[in-house]
C-alpha cells in the first residue's frame, strides 16, 4: 500500500519557521517528480513547490518564492519544505504529493498519490 505521510505542522506567529517532512512507503519515488499543495479553507488546492526527480531543479509559486525551500532524500523516499518568514496569509493544510512519471508541473490532477495534509496556522 503506498502512503505518503505528513508531519511537521502546527501553530506558529508570523515571521516564525516551521519545516514540514513527508514520508513515503510502499513504493519509491525516486524517480517522480515531489511537490507540496495547500487549501486555504474556502479556496481552491494550489501549488506551493516542486522538486524534479534527482533533486537538481526546484519550482516556486511566486507567493512563496525566496521564503520556502523544497527539498529531498532519495534514500529516505523523503520529501521536506522548509518555511520562512511566515503569515497569516500562509494558513492552510498542506498536502505533499508525487507526480506521475515523467510529469514535471504544478497541475494537481496529474499528481496520483496523495498524503493525508498537516494544518499550518501562522498567527498575527
Known amino acids: 500500500q503506498v502512503q505518503l505521510v505528513e508531519s511537521g505542522g502546527g501553530l506558529v506567529q508570523a515571521g516564525g519557521s516551521l519545516r514540514l517532512s513527508c514520508a513515503a512507503s510502499?513504493?519509491?519515488?525516486?524517480?517522480?517528480?515531489m511537490a507540496w499543495f495547500r487549501q486555504a479553507p474556502g479556496k481552491e488546492r494550489e501549488f506551493v513547490a516542486l522538486?524534479?526527480?534527482?533533486?537538481?531543479?526546484?519550482y516556486y509559486a511566486g507567493s512563496v518564492k525566496g521564503r520556502f525551500t523544497i527539498s529531498r532524500d532519495n534514500a529516505k523516499n523523503a520529501v521536506y519544505l522548509q518555511m520562512n518568514s511566515l503569515n497569516p496569509e500562509d494558513t492552510a493544510v498542506y498536502y505533499c504529493?508525487?507526480?506521475?512519471?515523467?510529469?514535471?508541473?504544478?497541475?494537481?490532477?496529474?499528481?496520483?498519490?496523495w498524503g493525508q495534509g498537516t494544518q499550518v496556522t501562522v498567527s498575527p
Open positions: 522538486i524534479t526527480p534527482a533533486g537538481s531543479n526546484t
Open positions: 504529493a508525487a507526480a506521475r512519471r515523467g510529469y514535471i508541473g504544478s497541475t494537481p490532477s496529474f499528481y496520483d498519490y
Open positions: 510502499g513504493r519509491t519515488f525516486s524517480d517522480s517528480a
